[in-house]
């Protein structure tokens, strides 16, 4: 299901029973497929969208702002269900809180696809993503693993890399530090990324680790740069043949993604 984020800046999180008051409000689509997608399509690739979406004039909206960012929405299939919304709060520091209000709508892979170069899935559609991996073995398939779920557990080990959150890897492995996570993941996925936001990522590839550093920058609004290091890895995995080297474009994409508030301002102009 597509999702409307309703962002607030503040300077600061409102303590309890406080009241504060936003320095800017915006309403922007958001969702890591979304926030991927439009990541793929702002650096040059082209992305198609395959989700659910409401009915309402809230959701036309929605899927408006992103089929005019050139994310193929063809294959969008409307619901009758409320668009799902989050409440996204970012203050001064670039860190955030989330309320989301989400409901699960199945969806149905379409029968007529191009073939596309890479698949990206993160779970929350895991018939429809067991389906197109299925359906195109040639294309490079990465899967988003932000927590242990049902989506997840099934897709993990069905993908080319397993890209895992902190968090996911942590869940997943019964370990304390994402080093440790990593080889226990290795053990079990031979192209493994365990994403630590400020403090880096980590990597094996087939057999071989190593440790990316996070960027010094000035972080204005981190909202969405997970997302957007999936996507920006996604679409280099398609131009790149290093794979480090495409860790590291992903990793300068999504930390510039952190200077702006808006994702689409901040990485179209990206080399």
């Given at each position: 299901?597509?999702?409307?984020?309703?962002?607030?800046?503040?300077?600061?999180?409102?303590?309890?029973?406080?009241?504060?008051?936003?320095?800017?409000?915006?309403?922007?689509?958001?969702?890591?497929?979304?926030?991927?997608?439009?990541?793929?399509?702002?650096?040059?690739?082209?992305?198609?969208?395959?989700?659910?979406?409401?009915?309402?004039?809230?959701?036309?909206?929605?899927?408006?702002?992103?089929?005019?960012?050139?994310?193929?929405?063809?294959?969008?299939?409307?619901?009758?269900?409320?668009?799902?919304?989050?409440?996204?709060?970012?203050?001064?520091?670039?860190?955030?809180?989330v309320i989301s209000?989400?409901?699960?709508?199945?969806?149905?892979?379409?029968?007529?696809?191009?073939?596309?170069?890479?698949?990206?899935?993160?779970?929350?559609?895991?018939?429809?993503?067991?389906?197109?991996?299925?359906?195109?073995?040639?294309?490079?398939?990465?899967?988003?693993?932000?927590?242990?779920?049902?989506?997840?557990?099934?897709?993990?080990?069905?993908?080319?890399?397993?890209?895992?959150?902190?968090?996911?890897?942590?869940?997943?492995?019964?370990?304390?530090?994402?080093?440790?996570?990593?080889?226990?993941?290795?053990?079990i996925h031979p192209?493994?990324?365990?994403?630590?936001?400020?403090?880096?990522?980590?990597?094996?590839?087939?057999?071989?680790?190593?440790?990316?550093?996070?960027?010094?920058?000035?972080?204005?609004?981190?909202?969405?740069?997970?997302?957007?290091?999936?996507?920006?890895?996604?679409?280099?995995?398609?131009?790149?043949?290093?794979?480090?080297?495409?860790?590291?474009?992903?990793?300068?994409?999504?930390?510039?993604?952190?200077?702006?508030?808006?994702?689409?301002?901040?990485?179209?102009?990206?080399?």
């Amino acid at each position: 299901m597509l999702v409307a984020d309703l962002k607030f800046s503040t300077q600061h999180f409102p303590k309890k029973d406080e009241k504060v008051f936003a320095d800017s409000f915006n309403l922007i689509p958001g969702g890591p497929a979304t926030n991927a997608a439009i990541a793929i399509q702002q650096l040059g690739g082209k992305a198609q969208l395959l989700s659910t979406s409401g009915s309402c004039s809230l959701s036309d909206a929605i899927l408006k702002m992103i089929s005019d960012t050139g994310v193929d929405t063809e294959k969008i299939l409307h619901v009758d269900e409320a668009l799902n919304i989050s409440a996204v709060f970012s203050e001064a520091s670039g860190e955030r809180r989330v309320i989301s209000y989400r409901q699960k709508v199945d969806y149905d892979a379409p029968k007529h696809l191009e073939e596309p170069a890479a698949i990206l899935v993160d779970g929350h559609q895991p018939k429809a993503s067991l389906e197109l991996l299925k359906r195109f073995p040639n294309a490079t398939s990465v899967l988003d693993a932000g927590s242990v779920h049902e989506g997840t557990e099934l897709l993990y080990d069905k993908v080319n890399w397993l890209v895992s959150s902190k968090k996911y890897a942590l869940a997943k492995t019964s370990q304390n530090n994402p080093q440790d996570a990593l080889q226990s993941l290795a053990e079990i996925h031979p192209k493994v990324v365990i994403t630590c936001g400020g403090d880096g990522l980590f990597y094996s590839i087939n057999g071989n680790s190593g440790y990316v550093p996070a960027i010094q920058i000035n972080c204005i609004d981190s909202n969405g740069a997970g997302d957007v290091f999936h996507g920006a890895f996604t679409y280099a995995l398609t131009t790149q043949s290093d794979p480090v080297d495409c860790l590291n474009y992903a990793n300068s994409v999504a930390a510039k993604s952190c200077e702006h508030h808006d994702i689409i301002d901040s990485i179209k102009d990206h080399p």
